[in-house]
T-cell receptor
Framework: NAGVTQTPKFQVLKTGQSMTLQCAQDMNHEYMSWYRQDPGMGLRLIHYSVGAGITDQGEVPNGYNVSRSTTEDFPLRLLSAAPSQTSVYFCASSGRFGGHINSPLHFGNGTRLTVT | QKEVEQDPGPLSVPEGAIVSLNCTYS??????FMWYRQYSRKGPELLMYTYSSGNKEDGRFTAQVDKSSKYISLFIRDSQPSDSATYLCAMSSLGLTGGGNKLTFGTGTQLKVEL
């Protein structure tokens, strides 16, 4: 069971370039989310989705787009990379139980992005 | 002021020591309190969670919540080198995912258990 798979593991971009960070989960989880982790800042929510076709903004959504066309996949797009987007990005998913989001987040192993 | 404060460490202890990790918070609406463990270059994994106040024990790990003081703790007994990791506290007012709201994470405490 692969869990949450993120690709690529590492990426270097130049300012202004675009790219897509891939996230896939094989646990049939309805909830998926993207976090960024920066030193001294903790994990901060970028975007999340409670099901296919439904997405919403988190705490730090600017500069990022998401879509959710299938239950399994939740890609994160950087349209025009900036040095401030240098970070470690984590995708996380969670199942539902009894109508409430009451199962823990399962994280991928992250994508380390550097923007020069 | 951050909603959740956590001492970043690093904390270095000898093998077998009792470790105490702590977080303070300011939002009285938080009901779910979690501890995640994150090994180097890996994603966080849920270690323990507690709903509302009280203690919870799981093997060598004990989680405590004091809502009156807005203070949570994680104790590790008989610490092992394999416990060396960063420990993140996380909190929410709605479930272990935060529902439509986010989980609020601490910045993490780096722990090293030495032989």
């Amino acid at each position: 069971n692969a869990g949450v798979t993120q690709t690529p593991k590492f990426q270097v971009l130049k300012t202004g370039q675009s790219m897509t960070l891939q996230c896939a989960q094989d646990m049939n989880h309805e909830y998926m989310s993207w976090y960024r982790q920066d030193p001294g800042m903790g994990l901060r929510l970028i975007h999340y989705s409670v099901g296919a076709g439904i997405t919403d903004q988190g705490e730090v959504p600017n500069g990022y787009n998401v879509s959710r066309s299938t239950t399994e996949d939740f890609p994160l797009r950087l349209l025009s990379a900036a040095p401030s987007q240098t970070s470690v990005y984590f995708c996380a998913s969670s199942g539902r139980f009894g109508g409430h989001i009451n199962s823990p987040l399962h994280f991928g192993n992250g994508t380390r992005l550097t923007v020069t | 002021q951050k909603e959740v404060e956590q001492d970043p460490g690093p904390l270095s202890v000898p093998e077998g020591a009792i470790v105490s990790l702590n977080c303070t918070y300011s939002n009285s609406a938080f009901q779910y309190f979690m501890w995640y463990r994150q090994y180097s270059r890996k994603g966080p994994e849920l270690l323990m969670y507690t709903y509302s106040s009280g203690n919870k024990e799981d093997g060598r790990f004990t989680a405590q919540v004091d809502k009156s003081s807005k203070y949570i703790s994680l104790f590790i007994r008989d610490s092992q080198p394999s416990d060396s990791a960063t420990y993140l506290c996380a909190m929410s007012s709605l479930g272990l995912t935060g529902g439509g709201n986010k989980l609020t994470f601490g910045t993490g405490t780096q722990l090293k258990v030495e032989l």
